[in-house]
């Protein structure tokens, strides 16, 4: 199979789509691997380390998608990629297609196969290509809020770990799933004291049995919430309601009792966030003031640490990738479940039930489209 490598070029996209290891895996496997030129370079992969594994670099993005079998990314293509659609190309990367009209017109219109990794399930059924990121986002946020708490940074002067003779820092991190747990795990690292408040019982009984008492744990509720914020130096949003915007978790007047200084990481910004306070920002412009509490929220957050990120979700995507390479998308497709429920648009049909009903469209199980 051929395989194209595009360089992202959607606004501040550092990640890409296959890592010089990942080439090479296909380069042995007898595949042909088009990187575009620079494609890895914000990754801290130049062209040197793809061309070192066999994989071929090429001037143009029209070169690789018009040569491509597959064309791997990770960010949905933006419109000035939509011209290079065409029939029997597979497409394998972050589709986020629910508000995307124009981007599932193109996609339907030149009967794109369009493998979503938002949408792809494990056989525990889990998704597996959107759990990296959240490792990624959810380590990265109390490295940024440490960095926000700094009085150069608006914060109010905190050092998290606190000192001999000096109390650590307070962190207060609502939501105990991947972003919440990997948020605690850095934070008592850097010897913070770690509050975690979630709704399930059971997932704080694990978290309680993971950290062997040192995360202090809290059943979400008002009431709670409200205490935990106030004593809070740093507050991290990490509540996911799956298919839904985020809940408003911490409201405007629990943000307005906060410590002046304090900081607010809304991770879960990009479903709306869960504090009544956020509104998404960029990487240039990331962080804003209210109520003398600093906001950072940032909607794709593993973007600042390009190289970590894109190793991440590569190791997460790259069994996949191979698989269908190995098989063909229509083979791989039929013979494994999860793919297929990564599969939202195919040969000119909506696949993915959500997506058509956000769209008011109509929808097409891929079971009854495929040999
Ligand atoms: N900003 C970014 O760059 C970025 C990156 C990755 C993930 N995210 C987002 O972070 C959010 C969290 O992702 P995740 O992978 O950790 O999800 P997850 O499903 O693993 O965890 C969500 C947790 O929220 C809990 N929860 C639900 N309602 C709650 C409530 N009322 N109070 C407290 N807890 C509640 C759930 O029980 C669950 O444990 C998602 O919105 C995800 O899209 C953002």
Known sequence: MIIGIPKEVKDHESRVGISPAGARALVDAGHKVLVEHNAGAL??????????????????????????D??????????SEYYHFRPGLT??????????REL?????????????????????????????????????????????LEKEHGGRGVLLGGVPGVPPGNVCIIGGGVVGVNAAKIALGMGAKVTLLDLSLNRLRELDDIFSGRLHTLYSNAYNV????????????????????APKIVTAAMVSKMKKGAVI???????GGCIETARPTTHSDPSYTVDGVVHYCVTNMPAAVPNT??????????????????LGAHVAISEDAGIAEGVNTFNGFLTYKAVAHAQDREYTSIANLHP
């Not at 040197?48 to 670099?57: K, R």
């Not at 597959?70 to 419109?79: A, H, N, S, W």
């Not at 990481?265 to 479903?271: E, G, L, M, S």
């Open 309 to 326: 990120s894109t190793l991440a979700l590569t190791n997460a995507t790259f069994p996949y990738v191979m698989k269908l390479a190995r």
């Open 70 to 79: 597959m064309v791997v990314k990770v960010k949905e293509p933006v419109p």
């Open 226 to 245: 409200e205490r935990a914020v106030c004593e809070a130096d740093l507050v991290i949003g990490g509540v996911l309601i799956p298919g839904a915007a």
């Open 43 to 68: 990754s801290s992969f130049p062209d040197d380390d793809y061309q070192a594994v066999g994989a071929e670099i090429v001037g143009e993005a029209y070169h690789v998608w018009s040569s491509a």
């Open 265 to 271: 990481v809304d991770v879960a910004i990009d479903q």
């Open 91 to 100: 497409l394998f990367t972050y589709l986020h297609l629910a508000p995307l």
């Open 104 to 148: 599932t017109d193109a996609l339907l219109d030149k009967k794109v196969t369009g493998i979503a990794y938002e949408t792809v399930r494990d056989k525990a059924g889990t998704l597996p290509l959107l759990t990296p990121m959240s490792e990624v986002a959810g380590r990265l946020s109390v490295q940024v809020g440490a960095a926000y």
